[in-house]
């Protein structure tokens, strides 16, 4: 006999346990024995969310009455898998799921590639229930050209929908259209067998990504060029794609599929492939209802899952129902329906296989019922944090995310933060859009259309406000809501005191208004008078400028900002915004008439208001240990130093990232494999190394107010003890600089 192994998977109905004697008769069915079927415990989550409501697991072991060896033992599931599809064909409502998750189902030839498969028609739909496809959108092809390319070594699907080819004299010009996947954006892969049937449906975390390549040869002057840039899809509503996460692929014929299933699993790092008996529907996107929600985080919650995906209201035997439902859960308990609806959603990002509705009525029975009203009001905000919310919008998409913690800045300590919305413009795939790859649609539906008519959430409509320095990099902004107060985006920029009528271009102005979005803390009001302030000419010295941005404070004045902190510490050099200025204050013993004197070089524009003169505090001297990144590692190999240095440095990095994880505490081990994974990134993606605090340092560079070093000169003082902040006379150093 042949022992089989697998899994079962259904989604059972609220308060209904799973019936196992029908299960296993579909097993019989398929012409083998049930030797044993136990429920899988899945992983606890913390809270009501119980495992069960999202899905049942069976776990398998069957015989077969053939005795082959293990290399063959893939043909026998690949018979299995093609009754099982038939077997339940016949069930109307949900069908169960067949999972093959150990190795030995699949053939363990690896192949680089499997290319140009024909394929008869591609769509983009939803998954409501378990073998039931709703289709939205079919993708325009040429039935000809309509192929699709497994690359298995790169990782990454390619579908082409169209080839044109034109000839003109001795000019030959092919246009191809077509769209990837990559694996790692590939949740679930459910397979549909009938007979010489084969569908493939992708459950995917991101929109493909379209492409339009143009190849053009010239036989005159023997010269070959290829663009490629991206584009939109060319079918219905951009927005339907986003917001269907299934792709359905409809092969004519396949050889070997089995074959295709395993390099293809492989690669995506072992995932489980699921086998049922797939219907498909064509129908249009369901109708968005318009929900009138008094509770504003129960409107921007809802509005983050019905942007994600349709499931939830095709899930509905009753959307009217079940819409008056939510409304009612508002009015109960706003605060515990938000916060249900944001579980939801990290449950939707997961692409679990949940009813939403069971889950929507679960959670908030159980908040209800074991937490008080308030709970969820007090979150553990650090002090100077406030909580902001966030989208993501990219060509096809609007992603909201549930508030972050973020630094406290010059506009939200004195505007709500209830109605700021930080907003990151990104492709579909969430990386950055680049201008030279991607044609004028892509960019004006993500960027210009919500930069020029805002974005509206529930009752809300937010406006372009402005965006620092960060989220410029970042190619983000933040916009702003009509608060309370009857407030908007323009009254902040006219607070500020930045009139874009002046001789600053539009540009700056924006810039300088982002100087208010700096992260700081706030410690103390400094008047703008002679008596407190004063403005001095820079040192300069033809082309140079020796003070540029450096400024003196005070020592009373400076322990006056120490005291304000949580954890004061000597420190002699801050990094501040008041009003206007921005630079570094330089603690000056000898400064008595005044508290600060500012260099003109600091002064960016002029602000004088009271809410503008405190003095904030972006940064302060102290122990910093210095960490390498792929600029500073290119400076230092240019001086002279090798790079097995470097890689020596990043071996040992390396080395202590693992040592970490023999730890066996378990209640620390989620944590430790979170900063190993962080660290592991930054290494990947910024050759972030740290260096011992013993061998290096960050530091502030500031101008030398007593000219008493010569040429060449740097005065160093640095604390031995990085965790205690203190020097000594031994920590004080005056180095000579060399030029090679």
Avoid at 296 to 323: H, K, N, P, V
Avoid at 648 to 674: C, S
């Amino acid at each position: 006999m042949t022992h089989l192994q697998f899994r079962i998977l259904i989604i059972p109905h609220q308060d209904e346990n799973p019936n196992t004697e029908i299960l296993q008769n579909y097993v019989e069915r398929c012409g083998l024995y049930v030797h044993s079927m136990h429920r899988v415990e899945l992983e606890r989550t913390n809270g009501p969310l119980r495992p069960e409501i999202l899905e049942c697991v069976f776990e398998v072991l069957a015989e077969d009455q053939t005795i082959i060896s293990n290399k063959k033992k893939a043909f026998v599931y690949k018979e299995f898998c093609l009754k099982w599809c038939q077997v339940t064909k016949e069930i109307l409502r949900a069908r169960p799921i067949l999972q093959f998750c150990v190795n030995e189902c699949f053939f363990r030839k690896r192949m680089n590639s499997h290319e140009n498969i024909k394929l008869q028609s591609v769509s983009f739909g939803i998954q409501p229930r378990l073998g039931h496809f709703v289709e939205y959108s079919s993708v325009p092809h040429n039935p000809r050209n309509l192929i699709v390319n497994f690359f298995h070594d790169m990782k990454e699907i390619e579908v082409i929908t169209s080839v044109h080819v034109r000839r003109k004299l001795l000019k030959y010009e092919r246009e191809t259209k077509y769209f990837t996947i990559k694996y790692s954006h590939i949740r679930n892969i459910f397979v549909s067998l009938d007979g010489t049937k084969f569908e493939l449906y992708l459950d995917l975390l991101y929109t493909p990504l379209f492409f339009q390549k143009t190849f053009t040869e010239d036989d005159l002057f023997g010269s070959k060029r290829v663009n490629i840039w991206r584009t939109l899809y060319e079918g219905n509503d951009i927005k339907i794609i986003g917001k269907s996460s299934i792709l359905k692929l409809n092969f004519l014929r396949v050889e070997n599929i089995l074959e295709l299933l395993s390099c293809f699993r492989y690669r995506c790092d072992k995932a489980p492939v699921c086998f049922v008996s797939m219907s498909t529907t064509v129908d249009i996107p369901p109708a968005l209802p318009i929900l009138e929600f008094e509770h504003f985080g129960c409107a921007y919650m809802w509005t983050a899952l019905t942007e994600r995906t349709y499931t939830i209201l095709e899930q509905s035997d009753d959307l009217r129902l079940s819409c008056e439902k939510l409304l009612r859960y508002s009015r109960e308990n706003g605060d515990c329906l938000e916060e249900v609806l944001t579980t939801l959603l990290f449950v939707v990002d997961s692409g679990r296989l949940v009813n939403y509705w069971s889950v929507i009525d679960l959670l908030f029975a159980s908040y209800t019922t074991h937490r008080a009203s308030d709970d969820f009001k007090e979150y553990n905000i650090p002090r100077k944090c406030r909580l902001i919310r966030r989208a993501t919008l990219t060509p096809t998409r609007v992603l909201l995310w549930p508030p972050d913690l973020m630094c406290e800045n010059r506009i939200l300590r004195n505007f709500d933060s209830e109605y700021f919305l930080r907003v990151t413009f990104r492709d579909d795939d969430l990386l950055t859009l680049n201008i030279r790859k991607n044609s004028t649609h892509i960019f004006n539906e993500a960027v210009t259309k919500h930069m020029n008519s805002g974005l509206t959430i529930g009752r809300r409509r937010y406006e372009m406000l402005a965006w620092s320095s960060s989220q410029l990099r970042e190619h983000g902004v933040s916009m702003y809501a009509v608060d309370s107060q009857g407030r908007t985006a323009a009254d902040i920029r006219r607070w500020t005191e930045i009139d874009p009528r002046t001789e600053m271009n539009i540009p700056k102005c924006l810039s300088r208004i982002g100087q208010c979005f700096s992260q700081t803390e706030d410690t103390i009001h400094v008047p703008m008078d002679n008596l407190h302030v004063r403005f001095e000419r820079d040192i300069e010295n033809r082309s140079y400028v020796f003070s540029d941005g450096i400024g003196k404070i005070s020592m009373d004045l400076a322990a006056k900002v120490r005291n304000t902190f949580r954890q004061p510490r000597e420190c002699s050099a801050f990094q501040i915004r008041y009003g206007g200025c921005k630079g570094m204050l330089v603690v000056d013993p000898t400064l008595k008439d005044v508290d600060i004197v500012f260099r003109e070089s600091m002064r960016k524009f002029d602000c004088r208001g009271f809410s503008h003169t405190k003095l904030e505090i972006a940064k302060r001297s102290g122990p910093i240990p210095l960490r390498l990144n792929r600029p500073l590692i290119t400076i230092l190999n240019d001086l002279g130093i090798r790079k097995r240095i470097f890689l020596k440095l990043q071996e040992a990095m390396i080395q202590n990232l693992t040592d970490m994880l023999l730890d066996e505490d378990k209640a620390a081990t989620t944590l430790l494999l979170a900063l190993h994974r962080y660290y592991i990134d930054l290494i990947k993606t910024k050759a972030n190394i740290d260096i011992d605090p013993d061998f290096a340092r960050n530091m502030f560079g500031v101008i030398d107010e007593t000219g008493k070093l010569e040429y060449g000169q740097v005065f160093v003082q640095y604390s031995s003890d990085a965790s205690l902040g203190i020097t000594t006379p031994k920590d004080t150093r005056i180095l000579k600089g060399t030029r090679e």
